[in-house]
C-alpha cells in the first residue's frame, strides 16, 4: 500500500524540499516503517492514500551511544527490560538506537552482547556499542577503575564471538598496550572503532586513525582538554577530517561555545549523541552505570561522589531541539542527528529513494513526532 505525504517542507539526507511530498510504499518494509519510493515537488504521483502533514518531515534520530532508559541498563538488564528502553527512545523519535555496553568484567560483557544480540538481528536495535573495558583509567568517568585493562588478541575473539556479528561501534584508548593492533582488527570485522576514555596524545591518537578509527567517543569529556603546547585527542579530532566527532548536547557535557566551536573548526563531521544512562525517562534518584554509583538531580546524572558527569538523561531528540534552538540551520542538525552516524553504520541514506521510512515531524512549535508507522 502507497501512502503520499505532503509537507511544507521536507528535509533529507540529501535535500531540502519545500512544497513537498514523499511516497512510501507501507509494505515493501521488513519493520514498521515502510520505504520511501519517491520525493519531490510539485504535482505527486498517485497513490492509494494521501495525507497533509502539520509541520516539516525530517528523519528520526539514529542515536550511537544511549546505555539505556526507565531504569534498565543494556549492559546487565534483561531482554524484555532491553526492549522497554529501546521503546522509550523510539517513542522520543529516535528510530535507529545502538546499545551501548558499559565497562563490566570480561564473562559479564560477553553475556551482555549474547544476550542483546538477538535484538539486532530481530531490528530492535542497530547494533550493540561496547564502552570499556579496554578504556584509559586516568579518563574513565564512571567507568570502574578495577575493570578496565589493555585489549588482548583473545579477549577481542571472546568479545567477537559473543556478539556473532551484532557489534557495531567499540571505544576504546590508544595509548593502551596492543590498542592499534585491536584497531586493526576490529575495522577488518566491519566495526567502527571510535577514540574515547582516553590520555592519548596527539601522536597516539593519529596513529588509532592511521589504523582506522573514524569517531570519537563524546568529544571533550573522558580526556584532556585541548592545550595550546599537548593538542591531545582534542586537537587530532577538530582538525582530522577523517574522523566523526560525538557531541553531548544537554547543557551540561559541552558549554554552548564548546559545541560551537565543533561545529566551526569541524564543519560536517558533528554526531549528536544521548548518552543515555539507566535514568532517562525516570524522576530524580540514585541509580549506577558500569559498576558505579550515579545520583541523578535535576536530571543531571554524576557519580555519587561528584567526581564525575555519568552519562546523561535526555533523547537524542532533546540535543536535536537545543542545537535548533541555539540557531543552527535545520539541514545542519539533520545531518548530526541522522545522516552522519548511519553512514558510519553502513546504512541507507535517511529519507533517500529506497531507504527505510524512519520520519518524524519537527511541528512549528519545535515539538518532535514519535515516528510515523505506516500500514
Known amino acids: 500500500m502507497t501512502t503520499l505525504l505532503r509537507a511544507d517542507r521536507i528535509v533529507t539526507a540529501t535535500d531540502d524540499l519545500h512544497d513537498a511530498w514523499m511516497v512510501v510504499d507501507g509494505s515493501a518494509g521488513a519493520d514498521r516503517s515502510g520505504v520511501v519510493v519517491a520525493v519531490g515537488t510539485g504535482t505527486p504521483p498517485t497513490t492509494d492514500s494521501a495525507t497533509t502533514v502539520a509541520g516539516t518531515i525530517i528523519p528520526g534520530m539514529v542515536d550511537l551511544h544511549a546505555h539505556g532508559a526507565l531504569g534498565h541498563d543494556f549492559a546487565a538488564c534483561t531482554v524484555d527490560d532491553a526492549v522497554a528502553a ?3 527512545h523510539r517513542s522520543h523519535a529516535t528510530t535507529t538506537l545502538v546499545a551501548s555496553i558499559a565497562t563490566g568484567t570480561v564473562d559479564d560483557t560477553a553475556a551482555a552482547l549474547r544476550r542483546l544480540r538477538p535484538l539486532v538481528t530481530d531490528g530492535t536495535l542497530a547494533g550493540l556499542h561496547l564502552e570499556g573495558p579496554w578504556l584509559g583509567p586516568a579518563r574513565r568517568g564512571a567507568h570502574r577503575a578495577d575493570l578496565l585493562h589493555p585489549p588482548t588478541p583473545a579477549e577481542v575473539d571472546t568479545f567477537l564471538d559473543a556478539a556473532d556479528g551484532a557489534l557495531a561501534v567499540v571505544t ?69 577530517d577523517r574522523l566523526m566527532v560525538e557531541c553531548i548536547v544537554d547543557g551540561h557535557h559541552l558549554d554552548p561555545v564548546a559545541v560551537d566551536l565543533v561545529r566551526r573548526a569541524a564543519p560536517g563531521r558533528m554526531v549528536l549523541v544521548s548518552d543515555a544512562m539507566s535514568a532517562t525517562g525516570c524522576p530524580d534518584g540514585d541509580h549506577t552505570i558500569a559498576g558505579s554509583a550515579v545520583s541523578v538531580r535535576g536530571g543531571v546524572a554524576m557519580l555519587r561522589d561528584g567526581s564525575s558527569l555519568a552519562g546523561s538523561t535526555i533523547t537524542a531528540a532533546d540535543a536535536v531541539r537545543r542545537l ?10 539533520v545531518a548530526a542527528a541522522s545522516t552522519r552516524p548511519a553512514r558510519l553504520l553502513g546504512r541507507p541514506a535517511p529519507l533517500t529513494i529506497g531507504a527505510p521510512a524512519d520520519l518524524v515531524v519537527l511541528d512549528d512549535a519545535g515539538a518532535i513526532s514519535t515516528p510515523v508507522v505506516f500500514p
Open 86 to 88: 529501546a521503546a522509550h
Open 172 to 240: 576504546l584508548a590508544p595509548e593502551l598496550p596492543g590498542a592499534l593492533d585491536t584497531v586493526h582488527r576490529l575495522v577488518a570485522e566491519g566495526i567502527v572503532v571510535a577514540i574515547g576514555h582516553t590520555d592519548a596524545t596527539a601522536d597516539q591518537t593519529r596513529r588509532a586513525v592511521d589504523a582506522g578509527a573514524t569517531l570519537v567517543t563524546h568529544l571533550f569529556n573522558g580526556m584532556p582538554p585541548l592545550h595550546h603546547r599537548e593538542s591531545g585527542p582534542v586537537g587530532v579530532a577538530l582538525t582530522d
Open 324 to 333: 535548533l534552538d541555539s540557531g543552527t540551520p535545520l539541514t545542519e542538525v
